[in-house]
């Protein structure tokens, strides 16, 4: 498949980059990783930011919420995964209660990750009651990737994974919050699980580019979960994932295989011995 696929070239990207692209209106790339290994191979192939996403608690760490990871077990992933990047821009999610209390402690949290891993951005999860911590990130120097819609940290406030802003009131605070993130200086948007009519809407309103799950294809760009896409998650099947790959099944023909191939003593052959 890749074959007939034009070649991403490699450059470094930063924030200001990202912003220039929804001015040229250069779609943006965004996947998440988590390790050294998937990283680098997203970062091989020209991929604009990689985020290390706090759905590492699903994905990663096998919780059903994104609720418990912790800051620190986001450093550690951020740090293999910067170890690994030389051009994407590395953003990484804030996770739950590092921020939400107050700008202080928000600081103190963020400044953790900006200096025990040096990546590019932070992202926050949140609407109008967080764009004074955004403002104020942004002021000493940490840049903000904002999030709206299907914010998953506020779960149980929802009690449903389902689309967000179906209704005119929610729809209307969303636009708000979109506006008011731009304003304290977020220099990008994640929009999730909301009709791509909203999306559109939002991203012809705001100066700063919207990156969206779930959103519709009027958005700057398109981030994924890379497990979801590349066929991992087999039971999470939403209509916003596009499968690029059925890792899973290919997976599980390797590890029966090997198993085969040792029970039968097939494996080592004499070449793989020394
Ligand atoms: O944590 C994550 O992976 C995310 C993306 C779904 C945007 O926030």
Do not use: W
């Given at each position: 498949?890749?074959?007939?696929?034009?070649q991403?070239k490699?450059?470094?990207v930063?924030?200001?980059?990202?912003?220039?692209?929804?001015?040229?209106?250069?779609?943006?790339?965004?996947?998440t990783?988590?390790?050294?290994?998937?990283?680098?191979l997203?970062?091989?192939?020209?991929?604009d930011?990689?985020?290390?996403?706090?759905s590492l608690s699903?994905?990663?760490q096998?919780?059903?919420?994104?609720?418990?990871?912790?800051?620190?077990?986001?450093i550690?992933?951020?740090n293999?995964?910067?170890?690994?990047v030389?051009?994407?821009l590395?953003?990484?999610?804030?996770?739950?209660?590092?921020?939400?209390?107050?700008?202080?402690?928000?600081?103190?949290?963020?400044g953790?990750?900006?200096?025990?891993?040096?990546?590019?951005?932070?992202k926050?999860?949140?609407g109008e009651?967080?764009?004074e911590?955004?403002?104020?990130?942004?002021?000493i120097?940490?840049?903000?990737m904002g999030h709206?819609g299907l914010?998953?940290q506020?779960i149980n406030k929802?009690?449903?994974?389902?689309?967000?802003?179906?209704?005119k009131?929610?729809?209307?605070?969303?636009l708000?919050?979109?506006?008011?993130?731009?304003?304290a200086?977020?220099?990008?948007?994640?929009l999730?699980?909301?009709?791509?009519?909203?999306?559109?809407?939002?991203?012809?309103?705001?100066?700063?580019?919207?990156?969206?799950?779930?959103?519709?294809?009027?958005?700057d760009g398109?981030?994924?979960?890379?497990?979801?896409?590349?066929?991992?998650?087999?039971?999470?099947?939403?209509?916003?994932?596009?499968?690029?790959?059925?890792?899973?099944?290919?997976?599980r023909?390797?590890?029966r295989?090997?198993?085969h191939?040792v029970?039968?003593?097939?494996?080592?052959?004499?070449?793989e011995?020394?």
């Amino acid at each position: 498949m890749s074959k007939s696929i034009p070649q991403s070239k490699p450059r470094v990207v930063t924030t200001k980059t990202v912003m220039d692209m929804k001015r040229t209106g250069e779609k943006i790339t965004m996947l998440t990783a988590y390790d050294f290994l998937v990283a680098r191979l997203l970062d091989q192939v020209g991929i604009d930011i990689i985020l290390v996403g706090d759905s590492l608690s699903n994905v990663v760490q096998g919780n059903v919420t994104t609720l418990p990871v912790t800051l620190d077990d986001m450093i550690y992933h951020a740090n293999a995964v910067k170890r690994a990047v030389k051009n994407a821009l590395i953003v990484v999610d804030m996770p739950f209660m590092t921020y939400q209390n107050n700008k202080e402690e928000a600081v103190r949290n963020a400044g953790r990750i900006m200096k025990e891993v040096g990546v590019g951005a932070v992202k926050l999860e949140g609407g109008e009651y967080i764009a004074e911590t955004v403002q104020h990130l942004v002021k000493i120097g940490i840049p903000v990737m904002g999030h709206l819609g299907l914010m998953p940290q506020a779960i149980n406030k929802y009690g449903t994974y389902e689309v967000r802003a179906t209704e005119k009131t929610e729809a209307d605070q969303l636009l708000r919050d979109a506006k008011v993130l731009a304003d304290a200086g977020a220099f990008a948007l994640v929009l999730e699980k909301i009709p791509g009519k909203l999306a559109r809407k939002v991203t012809e309103s705001i100066s700063i580019p919207t990156i969206g799950i779930g959103a519709g294809r009027h958005c700057d760009g398109q981030v994924l979960v890379v497990y979801d896409m590349l066929g991992m998650t087999e039971e999470f099947k939403p209509r916003f994932v596009r499968r690029y790959g059925e890792l899973a099944e290919t997976m599980r023909g390797a590890f029966r295989q090997y198993i085969h191939d040792v029970k039968s003593n097939d494996f080592p052959s004499n070449d793989e011995s020394y």
